[in-house]
């Protein structure tokens, strides 16, 4: 397992950071955009394993164009004036993010009027849909604003450099010293002591960097 994970790293790690440094920004907002897509289902996979169902299609759709006002946001360039004032142009896409969320959950009051679920499952769609738009989606999407600004392409390296170290943490931590299981219905390997890793090696390379 573990020569598995060092081989897909000794491969991906060096595309990884030849596409955040050099490649142009519609190319790293696609890539991304599927990236936020994987686990985006993955997300909804696991809700599905413990009894909670999710509005799938309205859910991506919706976190689609949050990565879409993401990129064109990015896209807009900021002017530094004197005395440390920017001037930035108005955004891009009417409402930006904002009306995306209202969008949103608009849309999630449609679906749960009409859907056939009965009332619990009813509302384990709509935690489940909301948790993954601003759980899983949102945050993820921060990644290709962050590459429009000034500086912005080696913050974003030294973001991934943290989660690569805490995650390769986690698995050692995890795999050697790990005891207390954090959720066994949906991950049996994973620990609280690789989750205690995790967050303690990302805040040392961040440190450190």
């Given at each position: 397992?573990f020569?598995?994970?060092a081989?897909t790293?000794?491969i991906l790690v060096?595309v990884?950071?030849?596409?955040v440094l050099?490649?142009?920004?519609?190319l790293?907002?696609g890539?991304?955009?599927?990236?936020?897509l994987l686990?985006l289902?993955e997300f909804?996979?696991?809700?599905?394993?413990?009894?909670f169902?999710?509005?799938v299609q309205?859910t991506?759709l919706c976190?689609l164009?949050?990565?879409?006002?993401?990129?064109?946001e990015?896209?807009?360039s900021?002017k530094?004036?004197?005395?440390?004032?920017?001037?930035?142009?108005?955004?891009?896409?009417p409402?930006?993010l904002?009306?995306?969320?209202?969008?949103?959950l608009?849309?999630?009051?449609?679906?749960a009027?009409?859907?056939r679920?009965?009332?619990s499952?009813?509302l384990?769609?709509?935690?489940?849909s909301?948790?993954g738009?601003?759980?899983v989606?949102?945050?993820?999407?921060?990644?290709v604003?962050?590459a429009?600004?000034?500086?912005?392409r080696?913050f974003?390296?030294?973001?991934?450099?943290?989660?690569?170290v805490g995650?390769?943490?986690a698995?050692?931590?995890?795999?050697?010293?790990g005891?207390?299981?954090m959720?066994p219905?949906?991950s049996?390997?994973?620990?609280w002591e690789?989750?205690?890793a995790?967050?303690?090696?990302?805040?040392?390379?961040g440190?450190?960097?």
């Open positions: 397992m020569w598995k994970r081989l790293a000794a060096p990884t950071v030849g596409v050099y490649a142009p920004l519609w790293l907002s890539l991304a955009g599927v990236v936020i686990s289902w909804f996979r696991m809700g599905e394993q413990v009894g169902p999710g509005f309205w991506t976190a164009l949050v990565v879409f006002v993401q990129w064109r990015a896209a807009v900021v530094r004036m004197a005395g440390g004032w920017t001037l930035s142009p108005p955004a891009t896409v409402g930006g904002e009306a995306i969320l209202v969008l949103f608009l849309g999630l009051g449609v679906l009027s009409f859907t679920l009965d009332v499952r009813r384990g769609a709509l935690v489940e909301t948790g738009l601003l759980l989606a949102l945050p993820l999407s921060y990644l604003r962050i429009g600004f000034p500086s912005g080696r974003l390296l030294l973001v991934l450099a943290m989660m690569w995650d390769t943490a698995y050692f931590v995890g795999k050697s010293l005891r207390v299981p959720a219905v949906l049996p390997k994973k620990t690789g989750a205690a995790n967050l303690l090696g990302s805040v040392v390379a440190f450190l960097a």
